[in-house]
């Protein structure tokens, strides 16, 4: 057992408003929280202390949307493409190259990261840079937001896309002026490569060294939000392995990229590392690269993003899952996407009542009709603040005038009566600590540090809640953890000082310095 004094205790539990003390039982699980004296009576004599000696403690932080697979792998075997790594086009180039000369001729080269809204080029790469890094090996480098892929010329032969291939449904293959593809791919069109899958051996390793990625930055729980047969087969494996370390919301998608093969819907799985109850959903395309579906053209692009559905066939999809209970979780972004979805909830709720809640990934530009019928539906939100510091240069250059005061607005979600679960998308974005995000989400700057939208800011102890019990939520596990109540799991963060009183410019100063799962010691920071 374990007693933790001497501290400021946030339970996010108005039962439990300031308490002295918490405890630990041998079960892993909070046995009491209190006074001290209350605490110390419900401990046997050999319980051990831990003195937080000023320190705060909270609950472990839930990052509701996070790619912990796509994060793995950028961590162990990817190229890193992101600007501290490779600031312009020719350092992204040189890595490539690097990366190639390692490697058997044919081996395929991947990588992530790159933001042409942040290189000096203020461009995509083509398949003409990539040819300059290897024209021996396949080379696929997806941009930062996971929603185009560049390729280079031996990719494309490899997947025969030609000046003759056409789009495909919910997807663009960009052409030069001669009607050549340029390498980059958009959307759906992203599937028509062929790029090999990871063994289960290096999916399982990418995983367990993302976790323990999290694990430092105090996140104890986490949705990872696209799931194939491949992904589920490895986190069944690690879980009946005893080898997840953050406890895992998976949500398997219905429709890979590329393809029309609809994936049938997952077997249940609730454990207490594991729970495969939500499926996934893609209606549009992503913001920062202005594929997000639009009622009005992007500046720069000129055009208005990508559906990936027609409607109907979202309708019957998403109707399946629904009918047989299945929770869902669909990317939307875009006021056209948000419309859809929206709509196709409705007509679900009104043909097959439920009180399982689904969600909206992102929820990027809604106005105050999409959140009112959210509302009424109990829609759960779960956006990204942390997308404002990371991308929101993007924003500026690509998003109609209009739409900026809409951008994620956390303060409406909020005043709406709406759920809202804060996530970061890593990899996505360059950094997921959850303390980031909360500032993001207080002071709404962007990279250069103008705000975007700061009506829409919300308090600290409203996005600490976020990241914390809405994360809970939105995977429908309230019960076992998000606050700091008897009963439930103890997955604790020790922090230097107070999030709740520091200002939001000091929040990502603030160390994680331990963090416990199910009571035990998982990661310390020194």
Not at 366 to 387: E, K, N, S, Y
Not at 450 to 478: F, K
Not at 500 to 514: H, I, K, N, T
């Amino acid at each position: 057992m374990l007693l933790f004094t001497n501290g400021t205790i946030h339970t996010l539990d108005p039962r439990y408003p300031a308490p002295e003390a918490l405890l630990v039982g041998d079960g892993g699980r909070i046995r009491a929280v209190g006074s001290l004296t209350d605490c110390q009576a419900a401990a046997p004599r050999q319980t051990r202390r831990v003195d937080l000696a000023g320190r705060t403690l909270i609950p472990g932080f839930n990052d509701a949307h996070v790619h912990i697979w796509k994060l793995g792998l950028l961590l162990t075997v990817q190229v890193d493409a992101r600007r501290d790594a490779a600031p312009d086009i020719p350092a992204i180039v040189a890595r490539f190259r690097e990366r190639a000369a390692a490697l058997p001729p044919g081996t395929w080269v991947t990588g992530r990261g790159y933001n042409e809204a942040e290189l000096p080029e203020r461009r995509h790469l083509t398949r003409h840079d990539l040819d300059a890094a290897s024209a021996d090996h396949p080379i696929a480098l997806t941009r930062t937001c996971g929603h185009m892929i560049v390729a280079n010329s031996r990719a494309l032969a490899l997947a025969g896309i030609t000046a003759a291939t056409p789009d495909p449904p919910g997807g663009v293959i960009v052409r030069d002026a001669h009607g050549q593809p340029t390498g980059l791919l958009q959307e759906t069109a992203m599937g028509l490569l062929r790029v090999p899958d990871p063994s289960e051996d290096a999916l399982a390793e990418a995983i367990q060294a993302a976790q323990r990625h999290q694990l430092r930055l105090g996140i104890t729980s986490a949705t990872d939000p696209l799931l194939t047969p491949l992904h589920l087969r490895v986190y069944r494996r690690l879980e009946a392995e005893g080898k997840l370390a953050v406890r895992t919301n998976g949500m398997p998608i219905r429709r890979p990229d590329g393809g029309t093969e609809t994936l049938p819907l997952p077997e249940r799985f609730v454990s207490d590392w594991l729970r495969i109850d939500t499926v996934k959903f893609f209606a549009d395309g992503g913001l920062s690269g202005a594929t997000a579906a639009l009622s009005q053209p992007y500046q720069v692009t000129g055009e208005r993003g990508v559906l990936r559905f027609e409607t109907a066939e979202l309708a019957e999809l998403m109707a399946e899952a629904h009918a047989a209970g299945f929770r869902i979780g669909t990317h939307a972004i875009g006021d056209m996407a948000l419309d859809q979805v929206i709509s196709v909830y409705e007509d679900l709720y009104r043909r097959w009542p439920s009180l399982v809640r689904h969600r909206i990934e992102h929820l990027g530009l809604p106005d105050t009709g999409h959140l009112r019928r959210c509302a009424a539906l109990g829609i759960i939100a779960v956006p990204q603040t942390v997308f404002l510091p990371a991308l929101g240069a993007s924003f500026r250059r690509y998003l109609p005038d209009v739409f900026l005061p809409r951008c994620y607005p956390v303060r409406a979600m909020l005043d709406a009566g709406l759920t809202v679960a804060l996530s970061s998308d890593a990899p996505v974005v360059p950094d997921d600590n959850p303390l980031l995000g909360m500032k993001a989400a207080c002071d709404r700057l962007d990279p250069y540090g103008e705000p975007i939208a700061p009506e829409q800011a919300i308090t600290a102890c409203e996005a600490l809640y976020a990241y914390t019990l809405g994360g809970a939520i939105a995977s429908g596990d309230e019960a076992n953890r998000g606050s700091l109540t008897p009963g439930k799991w103890a997955d604790l963060v020790v922090l230097s000082g107070d999030p709740l009183a520091a200002p939001p410019a000091a929040l990502p100063a603030l160390r994680v310095e331990q963090t416990y799962v199910g009571g035990r010691l998982a990661a310390e920071n020194s």
